[in-house]
């Protein structure tokens, strides 16, 4: 097997967004790139107190929004009509969260720079430890773009809370949005709770063959195992053609959870095609790495039928950029480079969260890129697909999104002061592998910018075998 890493994303001209890397070269620029200081702090303050990252007090139901809490959280300077089109939702968290429901706008908003601390204790709420739903409320929705809502700060902020993000097109897409999990959550019926696995795979392309093969597949059938999905749709990777992700994406095979793992296109910085086509995900329909990409190759938002019903899908997409774009690259070997003019989400998941037909509840996907040989560890030839697999079993257990991507932000922690430490060492002359930290580096990376988009407390409905909440 070789050593070789690959990411997983390609370009306009069929080349892969990043060569592959060897475990030498990325461990060389892990040594040289550290987290945020107050993102690693907090993450080796929990690990040394060994709490889990997404933890709130003992004693919380955390599926329970009456004792967890809701809020949601807008730029001081929002759209007055972003906050009145999202008042059906604001309305129905309300009145499931009752006391522990806060909104938090105008002044009391997210400020332009603000990291997660300062936040916190200007908003009455300890800046470290197990959340406190007295104090700040656990499930946590942010609105707008990372431009007026940094990426960092979410990330900072998931350490502690379970965290969402909504970043629309339109008051409009926001008002679709809250109308179709409003009536979902109000008036939808228990009803088969199917998953579908989609990843197409090609011709010597290691990480299409990975991602299909060895993650997808396993996952899929384990839940089939497990028996927490009536009906389980693995795609054959021949199969998993531009038509048959439309019929999955609110067409007639729409499923209450869709896993599409595979290529994401990678557009380069402020060119006229980024914003719409960033993230679009590469199907069957392409001939593989080297070959031109051509639009009948991808299934990005304008893919989306206009009268397309995604309401109560759960999406999970395992791809580059399938849910937004950092300004700078986080693997770049040589200084700062810029991935776009300015941070922003990807077209896609807008189109899937907003759209007027019924919108999706909540997309689980990638910032920045994906790499497969994250799911790779040193020294074996088996693949690491636990966090997907537990985030499948808990969306599919009906835990909310939020909560369900817990045990990937606890990874995100340990690994975060693995590689703190593999930074002393080196800092220290000693000798460290450079296998090690290249998996370190890429494991730690693909966890933590693993995020929901849409309200975190969105949830699949109970299926017609599960009594009534």
Not at 457 to 462: D, G, H, S, T
Request: glycine share 8%.
């Amino acid at each position: 097997m070789s050593d070789t890493i690959f990411c997983s994303g390609v370009g306009l001209d069929g080349d892969y967004l990043l060569p592959p890397r060897s475990p030498m070269e990325l461990a060389a620029i892990a040594l040289d790139r550290p987290l945020s200081t107050a993102e690693t702090e907090e993450r080796s303050q929990r690990a040394a107190r060994d709490e889990p990252t997404f933890a709130v007090r003992t004693g919380v139901n955390a599926t329970d929004l009456a004792e967890a809490g809701w809020a949601v959280v807008f730029p001081t300077d929002c759209d007055p009509a972003v906050v009145d089109a999202l008042r059906r939702l604001l309305s129905h968290r309300r009145s499931q969260a009752g006391s522990r429901y806060r909104l938090l706008s105008g002044a009391d908003g997210y400020r332009p720079g603000e990291r997660k601390r300062a936040f916190l204790r200007r908003c009455g709420a300890a800046p470290t430890g197990a959340a406190d739903p007295d104090r700040m409320p656990y499930y946590i929705l942010l609105v707008g773009s990372p431009d007026e809502i940094p990426y960092d700060f979410q990330y900072e902020l998931g350490v502690q809370y379970a965290v969402g993000r909504l970043d629309l097109p339109s008051p409009q897409a926001y008002r679709n949005y809250a109308a179709s999990i409003t009536d979902y959550e109000r008036r939808s019926p228990a009803r088969l709770r199917r998953l579908a696995a989609f990843a197409p795979a090609y011709a010597d392309d290691s990480p299409t063959q990975v991602m299909a093969g060895e993650v997808v597949a396993p996952v899929a059938e384990r839940a089939a195992a497990s028996g927490l999905a009536d009906e389980v749709e693995l795609v054959p990777p021949g199969a998993s053609d531009h038509k048959r992700l439309t019929d999955l994406y609110g067409g007639g095979a729409k499923p209450a959870m869709l896993l599409a793992a595979g290529h994401g296109l990678g557009v380069p910085s402020a060119h006229p095609q980024q914003r719409d086509h960033q993230g679009a995900l590469l199907t069957a329909d392409w001939p593989g790495p080297g070959h031109p990409v051509a639009s009948d190759h991808l299934f990005g938002a304008g893919d989306v039928h206009p009268e397309a019903d995604l309401g109560g899908l759960v999406t999970f997409n395992i791809a580059c950029f399938v849910a937004g774009t950092p300004k700078v690259d986080s693997y770049a070997s040589e200084g700062p480079k810029m991935l776009a003019p300015e941070p922003f989400t990807s077209a896609l998941p807008r189109r899937l969260l907003g759209h007027p037909g019924g919108a999706a509840l909540a997309m689980i996907g990638h910032i920045d890129r994906a790499w497969t040989g994250s799911y790779r560890w040193p020294g074996t030839d088996d693949l690491e697909i636990a966090r997907v697999e537990d985030v499948v079993t808990r969306v599919l257990a009906g835990d909310p999104v939020g909560l369900a991507v817990e045990p990937v932000n606890e990874q995100a922690a340990e690994l975060s002061v693995e590689l703190g430490e593999l930074r002393k060492a080196d800092e220290a002359e000693e000798v460290v592998d450079a296998a090690e930290v290249a998996a370190v580096f890429t494991a730690m990376h693909d966890a933590r910018n693993l995020v929901v988009l849409g309200d975190p407390a969105a949830r699949l409905a109970p299926t017609i075998k599960d009594p009534a909440p």
